[in-house]
């Protein structure tokens, strides 16, 4: 190949692909700044189904009217603000040129169209397909099969006919069903907070069983409860309910925060060692344990004091746990007794937090001694490693541990730390514009996918802590007003997804669900950890604006 | 050049296959096979220019062109689904389009400058042999 053969291969390379990039981009992109031109897309539900539907060029006012009198029914007006068609007839492509959350899909086949609407695809939790490759589970854009199954019902085909022959497209629409609200960092206010702490303590106190479990995940659109259950997050959620009964003075929370921790305390408590450890089977872990410690020196705090013996023997099953290096083996095997020495996410951070609240209760020179030199632990970044500054684990505990220990035991790498950790955090939250209003303030997870509430929320927990330690440490007042920046715009974006009371048309109990976190704007289950960590943050915040 | 080209071919038929075996898990025909293929006839055309072997000049000719023309789609496909997902999803943020720039500024040099300069020499050699 000669030099100008190569030339002109190239520049007819590059135009042919200018060309493709500009019809694709022209043919797809939709703009969803413009005024609602219509159609208007009107449903009626009733206990989460889609009872009605019509489609109306004006007036949507009065469209379904009827229908929409009926008692326990509501009406949803879906209007469409633009449209793009789909190009070919890829599963795969159709798959990835839906913006989850925000675009539906319409279907016309043999004259007649069908709309599968935002809400539609909500109601279908088809909003992410996951596929798992090996140890990977990958989100592959919408699930396809759902949607077309749903439209081909509508238009009395089969899938893979429609699939062939229908022509797609999608469009953008803004809905009158108020979810989610409108919530602004301003609207962060002490009372806004104080609610949204008390309908969260208020769903998991709601769904607790008698025998002071919970009902561990609930799915918003069925109504569905999960088999699973796990033990930290038990005593996670025992410890947000114990804390807010305390702070709130809520009899009914402090309640259900006693059936919780009587859960662990009477039925889940094994021998391990000399100690005392929660869990159940042959092998447990530390971080049951750490958040029993946890949640039972709040009811301590509270005035109960049959949880006193237990906080102290726990405690003294996490120092046993604890090696020379100042990090935890994170197993028990209970039935051969011994600890085993493997790691995984979280246990030395709540482990560690652990001791030094169980500190407060034993003031055992022990316990501090052993909070410290984990946190020391946990804080220490090789200089060998560039990419320490970058590359990050979950740190929301180690945050919390270095507040409870700030005033005995102050460790300023350790602030030093969570104050780097929470400018990553800065960089990974959305910011709109660009991103879309509401997911401003959420903690990014890829630029093609939703962010999700709980990691925002447990960032948050250690952002309010690390808040807290800044202003006692004096840290300059411009990184602190990053930080006080950086939490209000994250509650505020936690608080316009919470269930209050959420997309109640979608829901066949919304009762059940009220105060609830949602796991992100399209996966609607509570799981008992939601509204722990989102609720354990603002009831952080709310303390801090108190002192 | 010819022991340069040699080396360069070798070390990327090694990239490629420690690439593909070594870091991508778990296995994908899709991936693994047409990455694989063209590992080998770049180690094959290594093989022959740095053992000096009659056929090597072939052997370069024919992994030149297969990686060019591969590595021009595989650029180009990359650049349509940029374009594709900035279609879907509107103005997505700095990091995402500094990640597909980074991946297409990592391709290129090995995908389409280096089969490029080989063809280039291909040329010179076949003109220099001329009588």
Redesign the interface.
Known sequence: MTPRTLRRLLAIWLGVLCVCSMLIFCAVRMDRTRSPTGPYVVSIWERGQRSARTVVASEPEHALAGEAARRGTQRVVERIVDSAPILLHSWLLLGHSLVPARDGLSATYQGRTAYATPDDLLALEAYEHIVPLGPLSLIMGIDVNKVLAALSRELGTEPVELLRHASFRRFAVTSDSGYPREFREADVTVDAVRKSIQDAARYLARNQRRDGSFRYELNAVTGGDSEDYNFPRHAGATYFLARAANQLHDTVLARAALRGAAFMKDRFTLHCGAHACVGEGDQVDVGSSALAVLGYAELLAGGNEEFRAPTLDLAGFLRSQQRADGEFQHFYSVSEQHPIDIQVEYYTGEATFALARANRVSGDARDLEAARRALSFLVTRSAWFLGSHYFWGAEHWTCQALADLWQRAPDPVALRFCLDWQAVNRNLQFEAPPAPADYDGGISRGPFMAPRLTPTASRLEAAVATLEVARAAGVPAAEVALLEHQVKRAFAFLLRYQFSPGPTHLMPNPRQLAGGFPGSPLDLHVRIDYPQHAAGALLRYWELEQK | MRVTFGVLNALSALVLLVGVFGVV??R?WALDVPLTAIALVLLVSAVGLLAKLPWALRALTVAAWVSFALG?LVV?LI??TM???????????V??LAVSSLIVALLVPYTVVLP?LE??W??RQSAESRP
């Open positions: 898990q778990p994908f021009l180009s650049l349509l374009v594709f997902l900035r279609g879907i999803h509107g103005d997505f943020g990091a995402a490029a063809l280039l291909l040329k």
